[in-house]
T-cell receptor, first 113, second 110 residues
């Protein structure tokens, strides 16, 4: 069965360190998304990609970057982790970008000390 | 900027009774999603509503979309314990991005 996975599931890091969160999908979807979830804010879009070599900024992109070298993976990098980036991060993918169901990964809980 | 507001944010339901969650949004859109999230889990798609007047039903849940009023409702019929979760609506804005409401946390009590 097709799926979307994230790793690690939990991560504790220190302020200033670079952190990369992995997202891998086997749906063969062109469209992939990264969200963060914070209490009281619902989910907020960080970055998204419509296909290989394509990346776009979302609502809360400062301090984050992504790259898309193949269809299956969209890693999210925190260049210099800050305590404000403590959150739960969800990756999602979809067949059509904004007209189709987005399938979400299990999430990564990141704590920045 | 698209704003999505859900109410109520917390809903305590009695088993067997009917309830409605409201999702209002601030700019024109004809694409709206409802998701369910169990504590500590990921999001599960419930409904995709893609036109004015769209109505979808699955079990005890029914969602509808009124694009003129910029309003979607999620109606719960005869609540049962299994429906305890947080429900999110999400709207596609004119910038073709998905904006989420803050979520409605539902607790069903006997």
């Amino acid at each position: 069965d097709a799926e979307i996975t994230q790793s690690p599931r939990h991560k504790i890091t220190e302020t200033g360190r670079q952190v990369t969160l992995a997202c891998h999908q086997t749906w063969n979807h062109n469209n992939m998304f990264w969200y963060r979830q914070d209490l009281g804010h619902g989910l907020r879009l960080i970055h998204y990609s419509y296909g290989v070599q394509d990346t776009n900024k979302g609502e809360v992109s400062d301090g984050y970057s992504v790259s898309r070298s193949n269809t299956e993976d969209l890693p999210l990098t925190l260049e210099s982790a800050a305590s404000s980036q403590t959150s739960v991060y969800f990756c999602a993918s979809s067949r059509e970008p904004w007209e189709d169901t987005q399938y979400f990964g299990p999430g990564t809980r990141l704590t920045v000390l | 900027e698209l704003k999505v507001e859900q109410n109520p944010l917390f809903l305590s339901m009695q088993e067997g009774k009917n309830y409605t969650i409201y999702c209002n949004y601030s700019t024109t859109s004809d694409r709206l999603y409802w998701y369910r999230q169990d504590p500590g889990k990921s999001l599960e798609s419930l409904f995709v509503l893609l036109s004015n007047g769209a109505v979808k039903q699955e079990g005890r849940l029914m969602a509808s979309l009124d694009t003129k009023a910029r309003l979607s409702t999620l109606h719960i019929t005869a609540a049962v314990h299994d429906l305890s979760a947080t429900y999110f609506c999400a709207v596609v804005g004119s910038d073709y991005k998905l904006s989420f409401g803050a979520g409605t946390t539902v607790t069903v009590r006997a």
